[in-house]
């Protein structure tokens, strides 16, 4: 298993913060790298633990879709998603928040892997590693910006 750790500073309240990033459209915005959608049927927002989601998204003009599983949540300090199916050979992502001053601190840690074994290892030392990381870290900067700009309009 490959494993990524990031934090985030979002300028935004705790309780907002981890609402939002449960909520499908604000999640669709912030994956714009990837063309992300979910597909019908949308669980109504925010998602709890056992609501699944299937996303349809676009890399490289290569088409593809994944399918994930709220597995559990601790509001407002956390929520994990893991794959049930998809282009990995294992998903699993923990979303940790914590509150400092007036912002949050989002702490993810994914662990994943390639599909196909050897072969997907091959293509992670390629480069399939970098677009894991890159991706992420494009995400939490839009969803950052998402959340900060809804929060903004809700204290006016």
Avoid at 19 to 36: F, M, N, W
Avoid at 38 to 67: F, I, N, Y
Wanted: aromatic share 8%; proline share 8%; with cysteine.
């Amino acid at each position: 298993m490959n494993r990524l750790q990031l934090e985030t500073t979002i300028r935004a309240p705790l309780e907002v913060t981890y609402r939002l990033a449960l909520t499908i459209p604000v999640q669709e915005r912030a994956l714009t790298r990837v063309h992300a959608r979910a597909l019908p049927p949308v669980s109504p927002d925010p998602l709890e633990p056992g609501d699944t989601v299937a996303w349809k998204a676009r890399w490289l003009g290569v088409p593809w879709r994944m399918r994930t599983r709220i597995t559990s949540a601790d509001p407002p300090r956390g929520f994990v998603d893991d794959q049930i199916s998809g282009p990995f050979g294992g998903w699993h992502h923990e979303h940790h928040f914590t509150s400092k001053g007036d912002c949050t601190v989002m702490r993810d840690d994914v662990s994943w892997s390639a599909p196909y074994g050897g072969m997907g290892q091959l293509v992670v030392a390629i480069g399939f590693g970098r677009f894991v990381t890159t991706l992420l870290q494009d995400h939490n900067r839009l969803l950052a910006q998402l959340i900060e700009k809804q929060a903004g309009a809700a204290q006016r």
